[in-house]
Nanobody
């Protein structure tokens, strides 16, 4: 089992940057695929990014390609989401999630087993 805690959210102007962090507890962090999802008010949970257990493969949603980057540090039990060139439509609660070592990389929220509490990102125009 793994527990996840996100941090790094906040209010930023359009065009700005934020770096989200997700701290994981448990000795088996490196066993999990890690993903980032977001949920805007009145909308469903949307896939943002995923990274393989060993960091060798990753995938980003089309809406964030070229602006966001996902990375992980298994030695520190951390996963990160670097967000640049932020837009107002990026406003949402961002969640990190831990899922199985499946291939292809999981992009559906239903495939993930553990979730953090979320961190709010607000981008003003």
């Amino acid at each position: 089992q793994v527990q996840l805690v996100e941090s790094g959210g906040g209010l930023v102007q359009a065009g700005g940057s934020l770096r989200l962090s997700c701290a994981a507890s448990g000795r088996t962090f490196s066993s999990y695929t890690m993903g980032w999802f977001r949920q805007a008010p009145g909308k469903g949970r949307e896939f943002v990014a995923v990274i393989r257990w060993n960091g060798a493969n990753l995938h980003l949603a089309e809406s964030v390609k070229g602006r966001f980057a996902i990375s992980r540090d298994n030695a520190k039990n951390m996963v990160y989401l670097q967000m640049d060139s932020l837009k107002p439509e990026d406003t949402a609660v961002y969640y990190c999630a831990a899922g199985p070592r499946s291939w292809p990389l999981p992009v559906s929220a239903d495939e993930y087993d553990y979730w953090g509490q979320g961190t709010q990102v607000t981008v003003s125009s």
